[in-house]
């Protein structure tokens, strides 16, 4: 069978692997491109937002490519993401695709159900113990991908040569993707940090540090944010993004405790569960105010409720901490001029506050 899944950020080399050793043949999802919007949109509800369009999109162009299977992830509470799994394959049934979608719900709300989801991605002829074996493999490539552009986006921030961190991180992820034995899966993480680390840096600068927070989607798939990530740190800034796949994925399937310290410091502004990344975008934004972060950007697509709502509140956080907020919509009108625009005159407001605050230091 020929399964596929979203292409989300890196995570498509850890899922590749993962279903390649279980024995599947894998249609690698494409880059996200202005084709998939056009496609998605074409299909999809008026109001429906940027995420649902942009995997939409993806699906067909993987079906046409003959999957026969999608994997996903599916999703509780009020957000509308619990839905696309079912909404989708309910759009490209109707639109006369043929093909099988299994949708991973969070273990925590049905555990049984969970498993039973689970086994069927297993193949017969594996056992348990060795489809355990070939997550747990997966996991170190996804693991270490988290962590390369962890220490990407510090790296980049000093880079010497604008655009070395980022050719760099193309070779990595080569040869994440070619690892296959499980000696070479588990020292990744410390040769990824190694090869970044040959990139020239210039330590004398003090680059601004802006934290990054939103919608889970567009935070992580650099087609959907306009790949700010790599745009802010060669702007001479310390980026940090408030979520990865491997934290989603533990906080979501075994350590749901793990993120109370977030909602701890969004309590005295918001603490009613609103769905999505809410609570936690506003509750990042207290924590990268504490930790003296000179500004936080958020990232939503355009009829994101959760965001939307966390947008009115990040107003008096701003205000009550002092931590300068920049809020980016996105949708399939948005530009990547206007969205430059916007950020580089962020950038501008942060080096003014910085400079009258006295700490204003070498960026460039």
Not at 134 to 141: G, T
């Amino acid at each position: 069978m020929k399964f596929s899944f979203p292409h989300m950020g890196t995570s498509h080399v850890a899922f590749k692997y993962l279903l390649e050793n279980l024995g599947y043949e894998v249609i690698n999802p494409p880059t996200p491109s202005k084709k998939t919007i056009t496609l998605g949109a074409r299909y999809s509800p008026e109001f429906a937002c940027m995420p649902f369009k942009v995997l939409l999109g993806t699906y067909m162009e993987v079906l046409d490519k003959g999957a026969e299977a999608i994997v996903t992830s599916g999703g509780i509470g009020p957000c509308r993401a619990g839905f696309y799994g079912v909404l989708h394959e309910k759009i490209l049934k109707d639109m006369g695709y043929d093909f099988k979608m299994i949708i991973l719900d969070p273990p925590l709300y049905d555990i049984k159900e969970f498993f039973n989801t689970v086994s069927l991605l297993r193949p017969k002829k594996i056992g348990w113990r060795g489809f355990i074996n070939v997550v747990k493999d997966s996991w170190a490539k996804l693991c270490a991908l988290d962590e390369m552009e962890k220490e990407a986006n510090l790296v980049r921030a000093y880079e010497v040569n604008k655009g070395d961190t980022t050719k760099k991180v193309n070779e990595i992820i080569e040869v994440i993707d070619a690892a296959s034995t499980r000696k070479e899966i588990m020292g990744l993480q410390e040769k990824s940090i190694s090869m970044l680390h040959e990139v020239p840096q210039n330590k004398l600068r003090k680059p601004l540090k802006i934290g990054l927070i939103g919608e889970i989607y567009v935070v992580i798939e650099p087609f959907m944010n306009y790949d700010i990530e790599r745009l802010l740190g060669e702007m001479g800034v310390i980026v940090h993004r408030s979520i990865y796949v491997t934290e989603y994925t533990r906080h979501t399937i075994w350590d749901r405790k793990a993120e109370d310290y977030i909602k701890e410091a969004a309590k005295p502004y918001l603490e009613l569960m609103i769905g999505g990344h809410g609570v936690n975008s506003v509750g990042e934004t207290i924590l990268y105010a504490q930790d003296g972060y000179d500004g936080v950007i958020q990232l939503a697509p355009f009829t994101c409720i959760p965001e939307i709502v966390s947008k009115s509140i990040l107003v008096k956080v701003s205000e009550d901490y002092g931590i300068p907020v920049l809020t980016l919509h996105i949708d399939e009108q948005t530009g990547e001029a206007g969205i430059r625009t916007r950020i580089e005159a962020f950038l501008d407001l942060l080096h003014q506050k910085r400079s009258l605050s006295g700490k204003e230091g070498m960026a460039k």
